[in-house]
């Protein structure tokens, strides 16, 4: 990991898991009001895309239409890529800084999931209005595209796992069949709605009798 940072500031990076590929702090802007952060993206909805706006909104509660400091999520188009050195990946993320704020910069929606995860884990959750934010630049993308669990409490623990980018559960499934005869695979459709939420791949398997 390619890791430059602004002194004083570890505690903040100590929060990140998994350590991204490459993050360097240009500078830390102090004392930022929480309600003067706004998130700014022209993106159509997606269940990942709002877990990603509810994650920075702990931080970036701004109302206005010009906010002080902005956080915009952007897609990083295969036509005109805004980074050049980011893979063609769909979790691949970077986030950079720009005049008023931080752009996320995501291949797919879940890349930009895991750019706010990443970027909440260093802010932390605030407990007061005003919080320091680094200005800072990072990339990073999995090196096994698959992480996950299954059995045990995996499918009920999802909220807590993917915040670590944990993306797989292996839940079990019943086998059916229609009036048609036709085979049915029944699982649960909250478990799914989690799953496209949090970015997990929801993998059915039927147990052995």
């Avoid at 980074?83 to 931080?102: F, T, V």
Wanted: hydrophobic share 40%.
């Amino acid at each position: 990991m390619d890791k430059k940072n602004d002194k004083g500031f570890d505690k903040g990076l100590n929060r990140i898991i998994p350590l991204p590929k490459v993050i360097s702090i240009k500078e830390i802007k102090r004392f930022i009001n929480i309600h003067e952060i706004g998130v700014v993206h022209q993106l159509n909805s997606s269940p990942s895309l709002q877990t990603a706006c509810d994650l920075l909104s702990k931080f970036a509660q701004s109302k206005e239409a010009n906010h002080r400091f902005s956080i915009r999520l952007i897609l990083n188009e295969a036509e005109k890529p805004i980074i050049s050195d980011l893979p063609k990946n769909n979790q691949a993320y970077a986030i950079e800084p720009q005049k008023d704020g931080l752009m996320l910069i995501g291949n797919t929606h879940i890349g930009l999931l895991y750019a706010a995860l990443t970027l909440s884990q260093i802010v932390g959750n605030p407990r007061e209005a005003e919080i320091d934010v680094p200005i800072m630049r990072v990339i990073d993308f999995p090196d096994i595209s698959e992480r996950g669990q299954w059995g045990g409490n995996s499918a009920s623990d999802i909220e807590w796992t993917h915040q670590w980018k944990l993306n797989v559960v292996e839940s079990s499934a019943g086998l059916g069949v229609d009036e048609n005869g036709k085979a049915l695979v029944n699982i649960s459709r909250d478990l799914i709605q989690q799953g496209m939420e949090f970015g997990v791949k929801i993998v059915p398997f039927i147990p052995p009798d």
